[in-house]
């Protein structure tokens, strides 16, 4: 019997854990600091009301569902339901837009808005498909722990395909001629914390999946997914201990071989790290550490609010865009600055979910962009979000001041507290050097048994991505010794 330790319950640890534990000759601890198990997948309560803290955004629906089914959680059992509309955008001229994963409707929906761009639409969805089929199999659907294998003819040929080289807003100029329409097809990097200008053009996939896969809503709330897991994990005899901070890993060798929580050791055969990176090196002796430098993805300032009635809309997911989106990526990536006019994002899952708070009522989330790290002034985050609640007055939530019965402000400061790297929402930047064979690996140290997991190791963020780094971890973990030399190798 072998003896899996786990270092953080968040999706990462707990998929982990799930798929480890169906193996019989295997036993899987989860350590857990907070006193609640899910990290940024957990909800922010008040009093009868609930709201997503963290992910709201449903992606990749096939991903998240097939690897929930291969840990043995039946797929019906997981209560997703389309957005249709995907989303409303708002622009500050006026200018509403939606997108549908309907391709007829969408370009029914462009002729309308943006005249002619139903053509560069049809071009997009078919260039972008033969790229992600490419980019999935070659990049979500393997590791790098072996650095040469990324480096090999095939992958180059499909960096060139995809277009590393170019960043997200450079190539989505290239298919529509309307900037409103270009940044429509830009925020998404937000959704891992990069620059539209700084991330290399295959995040531009998540664009298109929205459109190919759909945008979903988990009822209950995305972070319902943790209770439907632990569900199970219980039920399996997983140990999962919350309020236990590891403090360090004791290593001998190239072997780690126990860990500290609560001053108190605890041996393991495997151990897996699911905290932040960098962050998880510092339970490391610092000869072991990878002692290198990242760049944080960017923060949110998230403003959750209870409601004494629902918003009417036929979108629970609404961007407003502020008259200078590339000024406001600026402040965020470059300046470091709170943002004088920002763009926002407003989640309002009452529409279709009243688990959410009592009858009648309603919950609201916003989320603005901001920059993270040390340095910020953060004296104007008052103005901030006065700013903000007066531009969701008037363009979407008529007298909202008065319509609200509770408000909790949470900014990078506390995500930072919680353990984010930087306080950043999304781990390290998906910029190009942070990205594939850059990014941390699944085996990230010369030690032998220690593994990880999570939005900062590759694949990266986002939690069906997470999932996905799970799973090649876990199979990597089940590997005998002949499999794993030719994964390694690539073969
Ligand atoms: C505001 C926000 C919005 C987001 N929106 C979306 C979205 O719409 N869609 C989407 O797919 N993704 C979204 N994401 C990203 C998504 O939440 C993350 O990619 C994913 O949840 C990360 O999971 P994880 O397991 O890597 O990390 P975490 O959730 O951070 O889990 C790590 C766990 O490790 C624990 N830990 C750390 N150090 C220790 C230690 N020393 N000892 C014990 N435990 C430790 C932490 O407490 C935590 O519970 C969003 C994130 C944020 C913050």
């Not at 059992?77 to 500050?92: E, K, Q, R, V």
């Not at 409103?180 to 999946?209: C, D, F, K, N, W």
């Not at 699944?442 to 590759?458: I, K, M």
Request: proline share 5%.
């Amino acid at each position: 019997m072998s003896h899996t330790a786990i270092v953080g319950g968040g999706i990462g640890g707990l998929m982990t854990a799930l798929l480890l534990s169906k193996d019989k000759n295997r036993t899987v601890s989860i350590y857990e600091k907070n006193d609640y198990l899910g990290g940024r997948l957990t909800y922010e309560r008040h009093g009868e009301f609930k709201i997503d803290q963290g992910p709201t955004i449903v992606l990749l629906p096939e991903m998240l569902l097939s690897i929930l089914e291969e840990g043995g959680i039946d797929r019906t059992s997981i209560p997703l339901i389309p957005c249709d509309p995907l989303y409303h955008i708002h622009f500050s001229d006026g200018l509403s837009f939606r997108k549908y994963a309907d391709p007829e409707k969408q370009k029914e929906e462009l002729q309308k808005i943006f005249p002619g761009n139903e053509v560069h639409f049809d071009r997009f969805l078919k260039d972008m498909k033969a790229r992600f089929l490419q980019g999935k199999a070659q990049f979500l659907e393997q590791s790098f722990v072996e650095k040469r294998t990324f480096f090999s003819r095939k992958n180059l040929k499909t960096l060139m395909k995809l277009k590393a080289y170019q960043n997200v807003k450079k190539m989505m100029r290239s298919y529509f001629d309307d900037e409103r329409l270009v940044e429509a097809y830009t925020l998404q990097t937000l959704y891992i914390g990069g620059h539209p200008e700084q991330s290399p053009a295959m995040y531009s996939l998540v664009s298109y999946s929205e459109h190919e896969h759909g945008i979903w809503y988990l009822k209950g709330g995305y972070a319902h997914l943790v209770e439907i897991i632990t569900k199970e994990l219980e039920k399996r005899g997983v140990q999962m201990y919350t309020g236990k901070a590891v403090e360090r890993i004791v290593t001998s060798g190239d072997q780690a071989s126990s860990l500290i929580a609560d001053g108190q050791m605890h041996s393991f055969d495997d151990v897996v790290l699911n905290g932040d990176f960098p962050i998880m090196d510092q339970l490391l002796k610092n000869e072991k550490r990878l002692n290198r430098k990242y760049t944080p993805s960017s923060g949110c300032l998230l403003l959750y609010m209870g409601l004494d009635k629902i918003y009417e809309s036929d979108s629970i997911h609404q961007f407003f865009m502020s008259s200078d989106f590339d000024h406001h990526m600026k402040q965020v990536f470059t300046d470091k600055q709170l943002p004088d006019d920002p763009s926002f994002y407003t989640f309002h899952p009452s529409i279709v979910d009243d688990s959410l708070a009592p009858e009648g009522k309603g919950v609201l989330y916003t989320l603005i962009p901001v920059p993270t790290g040390e340095g910020v002034d953060w004296s104007g985050k008052d103005a901030l979000i006065e700013k903000v609640l007066n531009e969701m007055e008037d363009r979407g939530f008529p007298n909202l001041r008065s319509h609200t019965e509770w408000m909790h402000v949470r900014t990078p400061k506390e995500a930072e507290k919680d353990g984010l790297y930087s306080g950043g929402s999304f781990g390290i930047a998906p910029t190009l050097f942070q990205s594939g064979v850059f990014r941390p690996q699944l085996q990230p140290y010369s030690l032998t048994n220690v593994y990880a997991v999570g939005a900062s190791v590759h694949p990266g963020g986002g939690v069906p991505i997470v999932m996905q780094g799970a799973k090649l971890l876990a199979d990597y973990l089940q590997f005998g010794a002949k499999e794993r030399h030719n994964y390694k190798r690539g073969v």
